[in-house]
């Protein structure tokens, strides 16, 4: 691997809060962390970030100079030892529950290449050196493969002594799918190679039903929940005094009273000095009910159900039982590997900064986490982010989903159905378009407030995502929604149709801007040439459009530019003072306006439709030297390599005190009001990404690699986890937005329509990212000043190859 091509790794302080997602595409989560535990195991349907069961995989051998035993992890961060642990009791009270206490290897380090991550033990002065690596499959294009409940730990171990070891691999789960409070039987079950945690469902509780199979194929396992019935802490006491011993017990399960607490898998096998075994072990989850359910109304529109219907995630409809599914994984471990490897191996070649391949792989992490629910039918449901113990907001929330690219690109059929959703399910027939989907996914009765930025950005996805499949039968269904919607737009936020959005609009930062603004602004112009190059293409007419178009740019670059920057113009009347409001609130509406407004300020998303467009490969006509200038601005007003001396009275813990961010708006000239909108102060990585994409694009390549650097240093692994940016919540779906990254460093816009690939890359030399189509993906870049297009898996056909060779501005 080369040193430019280096993948995120963790030591010490930096592996603190390492916690890195295994699992599938709404199908759940346990994650490794920087230690070697199994941490924020998610696999009821929900997230559970808090929930660190009793679960360990431990080593014990024996050599002519003694034995031993070791949980096959690293020393357990410092801040465990008095986080209040939902299962624990209290702070104070000793982590009673946890594995905290046994004995382990005396370092680690941990290393991420997506989907895998590998963690390597410091032996010490111990005979064996010990790796774990946890995979779970990932597979572009393939979103079946990739949306599977399941995990693989591969342990290896190697005898570094001069003399043979007999080793005994193990590993032991209490059995944690047990539902507190729940009355229908729980257990767990030992057959053959593989012990299973279960709880079955009880008559009002059907979401109670659930399993968890831990398996291993490797020759002489023995499959054994016979723990130790007692109290206190006597089955734990048992289980490890067992362990340091070299004890086995025998196969199966009690055959007489209560069942077992847990079971354990038991891998015996002799090293000679110098050998190495790998042995895997499968892990599957299966929790086919559920009790998620958000909005109201029927699930069936034509009324046939009661209106009780609850999400049921893909795997459920595609396994029948536990048991398939865990022979499924089974038979397809060593395919789906070969395959996730073939991925994994193209993402770190790529020739990029470090900073954009960190970027762009730790944010892969957010498909596989409680961030993304798949239905039965095969349609995606976003929540925006994973709160401690639910999805963070949700309805694959129209504004937040402008920003993320990922999907698109790597899962192009999946990303389409969150159109047919917004387009064909969240709108009515006025083109009145909801921002935020119900789960199960069914039509609101509900009119709730549309979001401009969300319901126009709907409509430059939807030809981002054309271009991408080259599906003309898709965009002509599309097309009469797509119309509506715009429609619906135009004459709700500019019915004098005068080119901009003089009218009230909701956005993405929850409030709403009076009077026209750059933000909204170039999204609706990206909406309105979006729906003119659609409309040619279906053959319908586009001049509407295009005339308006037109004025859009001139609205832009001749009224709310400054000469440096974009703005808005507030304007209101009279509804701003309605509704329940304080007398205070009155009085600053009639001192200054309505409140959460950014007016001269220097809006960090203040040129995003011009963005969106770009990474579509949609041509706005906007002033190219006009945007430049105001990403300019942004960051050298935005920026601030230090936060010591900013005041963030909102949401502070994105970025604070010594942390350099990207701020996302300021008022460098004065008159800021006196109560800007509500998230003015706080830095989103996923703005971040978005603006240094931007940057980049537009020649700026140094000052896009420093906002992306400042926000990956903020997520070191000692204070936040790598793995999982937050905004909203966790692993925040708007951080998808550094997918762009990858565009903008080499300038790559592949039309499948026209089986064309444009190739303009931002710096000099060789450089070469991830290339992902419908039908398949490869590498595209420069190297040794030709440009190259190197398909990995399936067919990226390329017609004509269009390569504009860097050029340094003078």
Not at 382 to 408: I, K, L, P, R
Request: aromatic share 10%; charged share 20%; with cysteine.
């Amino acid at each position: 691997m080369r040193e430019d091509c280096a993948p995120l790794a963790y030591a010490g302080p930096t592996a603190e809060r390492v916690a890195f997602p295994l699992g599938g595409l709404g199908a759940g989560m346990v994650c490794l962390s920087g230690a070697g535990a199994l941490t924020a195991v998610s696999v009821r349907n929900a997230p559970a970030l808090l929930n660190e069961p009793f679960v360990f995989a431990a080593v014990r051998w024996s050599t002519a100079a003694g034995q031993g035993a070791r949980v096959l992890e690293g020393p357990t961060p410092g801040w465990k030892v008095t986080f209040p642990w939902p299962d624990s009791t209290g702070t104070g009270r000793g982590q009673q529950g946890k594995t905290f206490g046994l004995p382990r290897f005396p370092g680690a380090a941990f290393q991420a290449r997506f989907p895998f991550a590998t963690l390597t033990l410091d032996p010490g002065e111990g005979p064996l050196a010990c790796r774990v690596v946890g995979w779970s499959p990932f597979v572009p294009g393939d979103a079946d493969a990739s949306s599977l409940p399941v995990a693989g730990l591969e342990y290896e171990i190697e005898n570094r002594s001069p003399e043979p070891a007999e080793v005994i691999l193990s590993f032991h789960a209490r059995n944690f799918m047990r539902v507190a409070g729940a009355t229908a039987p729980a257990g767990v079950a030992a057959s053959g190679q593989a012990v299973t945690l279960w709880q079955s469902a009880g008559d009002d509780r059907p979401e109670d039903e659930g399993a968890f199979t831990i398996a291993c194929d490797a020759p002489g396992t023995v499959a054994s929940a016979r723990w130790f019935r007692g109290g206190w802490w006597d089955p734990v006491t048992d289980l490890w005094r067992g362990v340091a011993e070299g004890r086995i017990p025998p196969a199966g399960a009690h055959e007489e009273g209560a069942p077992s607490d847990g079971g354990s898998l038991y891998v015996p096998f002799v090293l000679a000095p110098g050998e190495r075994r790998r042995v895997g072990v499968r892990l599957s989850w299966y929790v086919p009910r559920t009790s998620l359910r958000r909005g109201g109304g029927p699930f069936d529109p034509e009324g046939r159900h009661d209106g009780t219907e609850t999400h049921v995630p893909w795997y459920a409809g595609r396994f029948q039982s536990r048991e398939a599914l865990a022979a499924f994984w089974a038979d397809n471990y060593d395919r789906l590997r070969r395959e996730s490897e073939a991925f994994a191996t193209c993402l770190t070649d790529q020739v990029l900064p470090p900073e954009v391949l960190e970027a762009v792989s730790a944010n892969l992490t957010i498909l596989k986490s409680p961030t993304v629910e798949r239905q039965a039918d095969g349609r995606i449901f976003m929540w925006e982010g994973c709160a401690d113990n639910e999805g963070s907001f949700e309805g694959s929330c129209t504004h937040v989903f402008n920003y993320a690219q990922s999907m698109a690109h790597l899962f192009p059929a999946l990303e389409r159905t969150l159109r047919e959703t917004e387009f064909f399910v969240n709108q009515d027939e006025t083109g009145h378009q909801n921002f935020r989907a119900q789960l199960p996914i069914r039509p609101n009765p509900r009119r709730a407030r549309p979001a401009a930025d969300g319901q126009l950005g709907g409509i430059v996805k939807a030809y981002r995502d054309w271009r991408i499949s080259g599906d003309d039968a898709w965009l002509t269904r599309l097309w009469p929604r797509v119309a509506a919607s715009l429609d619906y737009a135009i004459r709700t936020w500019d019915p004098g149709e005068e080119g901009w959005l003089t009218e009230p609009h909701h956005n993405t930062y929850d409030i709403e801007f009076w009077g026209p603004d750059g933000m909204a602004g170039t999204i609706y112009l990206a909406a309105l040439r979006a729906a003119a190059e659609i409309a040619e293409a279906v053959g319908a007419p586009a001049d509407r459009y295009r005339a308006l178009s037109e004025k859009a740019t001139a609205r832009l670059e001749g009224d709310l530019f400054n000469g440096e920057y974009f703005i808005q113009q507030v304007r209101w009347d009279e509804r701003a003072l309605e509704g329940r409001i304080s007398a205070e609130t009155r009085a600053s509406i009639e001192r200054e306006g309505p409140k959460y407004q950014y007016a001269g300020g220097c809006l960090s998303d203040g040129v995003v439709g011009e963005w969106m467009a770009r990474v579509s490969g949609l041509a706005t006509g906007l002033d190219g030297g006009k945007v430049a200038s105001h990403l300019r601005a942004v960051h050298r007003y935005n920026f601030r390599p230090s936060l010591r001396d900013h005041a963030n009275p909102q949401r502070p813990a994105y970025a604070l005190g010594d942390e350099a961010a990207l701020l996302l708006c300021s008022w460098p000239h004065g008159a800021a009001p006196h109560f800007p909108f509500v998230y003015s102060d706080e830095a989103w990585t996923g703005i971040e990404y978005q603006v240094a994409a931007h940057l980049i694009l537009c020649g700026e390549v140094d000052a896009g690699l420093e906002i992306v650097r400042a926000a990956r240093s903020r997520y070191d692994g000692r204070v936040r986890n790598p793995f999982s940016e937050f905004e909203w919540g966790h692993w925040y779906g708007r951080a998808m937005s550094s997918w762009s990254l990858l565009q903008a460093m080499t300038g790559q816009d592949y039309d499948a329509r026209r089986r064309q690939l444009t190739l303009a890359p931002a710096v000099p030399g060789d450089v070469s990212a991830l290339l992902a189509t419908e039908t398949g993906y490869g590498l595209v870049g420069v190297r040794d000043g030709e440009p190259f297009v190197q398909v990995r898996s399936g067919r990226i056909e390329v017609d004509t190859l269009d390569y504009r060779p860097f050029a340094r501005a003078s």
